[in-house]
């Protein structure tokens, strides 16, 4: 089974911040790796797919990379509704998802 | 626009089986080039991939419900279900459905979400 480690499980920052949260594949998995965001009652939804590309009609400000066993998902510039649980989600063997970031506003 | 639609039982007794349908609509379950997976979040917690039912009847599962788990699909209703044995309280969870791209590989749609609680 491949495990996905995602850290951190929180985070608190000031609008305008630049966030980042990693996840680590415990074997390779080339770039086969999801980012999505999921709102509180609601069902998750993909932000960038295949490690790096941005799904249609998502901002610019998100964006993702990485190859192999360690990424990266960026939002460079942190609006309000962002506040949000995102999670890494990996399919190089069956899928697993990482254990997700809490994100917050300071 | 394609739709997801959970239903079943809400609340299992322990050691039962819990049995939700998804069902599809804006288009076929049996167009080419999609798979169709159970996805559950129990309370408070992350997210778990259950398992997925691709075009030809072949279905993959997270070895941790194996052998608990069956997908299958009525593509005469436009629905797939799923099944789920001997459920305990950690079953307790929202259960979601959604599609997989066969070639881009992500959950594009997904159902709402149902929470089946397991509780005698």
């Known amino acids: 089974d491949i495990q996905m480690t995602q850290s951190p499980s929180s985070l608190s920052a000031s609008v305008g911040d630049r966030v980042t949260i990693t996840c680590q594949a415990s074997?390779?998995?080339?770039?086969?790796l999801n980012w999505y965001q999921q709102k509180p009652g609601k069902a998750p939804k993909v932000l960038i797919y295949?490690?790096?590309n941005l799904e249609t009609g998502v901002p610019s400000r998100f964006s993702g990379s990485g190859s192999g066993t360690d990424f990266t998902f960026t939002i460079s510039s942190l609006q309000p509704e962002d506040i949000a649980t995102y999670y890494c989600?990996?399919?190089?063997?069956?899928?697993?998802f990482g254990g997700g970031t809490k994100v917050e506003i300071k | 626009q394609l739709q997801l639609q959970e239903s079943g039982s809400g609340l299992v007794k322990p050691s039962q089986t819990l049995s939700l349908t998804c069902a599809v609509s804006g288009g076929s379950i049996s167009s080419g080039g999609y798979s169709w997976t159970w996805i559950r979040q129990p309370p408070g917690k992350g997210l778990e991939w259950i398992g997925k039912i691709l075009q030809s009847a072949t279905t993959y599962y997270n070895p941790s419900l194996k052998s608990r788990v069956t997908i299958s699909v009525d593509r005469s209703r436009n629905h797939f279900s799923l099944k789920l044995t001997s459920v305990t309280a950690a079953d307790t969870a929202v259960y979601y459905c959604?599609?997989?791209?066969?070639?881009?590989?992500?959950?594009?749609?997904w159902g709402q979400g149902t929470l089946v609680t397991v509780s005698s």
């Open positions: 074997q390779d998995i080339s770039n086969y």
């Open positions: 989600q990996q399919y190089g063997n069956l899928r697993t």
């Open positions: 295949e490690a790096s």
């Open positions: 959604a599609r997989e791209g066969n070639w881009e590989h992500y959950f594009d749609f």
